[in-house]
């Protein structure tokens, strides 16, 4: 099993950044890649951001790219997600979630079904 636990959540003004982070514990040598996924009020969940292990790849949704970056710290075993430029249509709760499928496609990276163990999320809300 892979514990997850996200942090750094709350309530900021348009344009503002906030920095989101994960720490995993556990079996996290199981792990190929962690992601970042986002549920808005009365909308799917839906992806965010993916870093993978193998080569440092990464892979962002195209409504934050330029704006968010995801980053790991081995040492700390955690993933973080610092997301600048913010926009209330970024407003949702923050998932941050363990892949453990090596060589994974962009297209499986944003694939939520494909993604073995979840963090209870943290709210980001954006106010305009």
């Known amino acids: 099993q892979v514990q997850l636990v996200e942090s750094g959540g709350g309530l900021v003004q348009a344009g503002g950044s906030l920095r989101l982070s994960c720490a995993a514990s556990g079996r996290t040598f199981s792990t190929y890649g962690m992601g970042w996924f986002r549920q808005a009020p009365g909308k799917e969940r839906e992806f965010v951001a993916h870093f993978s292990w193998s080569g440092g790849m990464t892979y962002y949704a195209d409504s934050v790219k330029g704006r968010f970056t995801i980053s790991r710290d081995n040492a700390k075993n955690t993933v973080s997600l610092q997301m600048n430029s913010l926009k209330p249509e970024d407003t949702a709760v923050y998932y941050c979630?363990?892949?453990?499928?090596?060589?994974?496609?962009?297209?499986?990276?944003?694939?939520?079904?494909?993604?073995?163990?979840w963090g209870q999320g943290t709210q980001v809300t954006v106010s305009s």
């Open positions: 979630a363990a892949q453990t499928r090596p060589r994974i496609t962009t297209a499986q990276a944003m694939d939520a079904a494909l993604y073995a163990y």
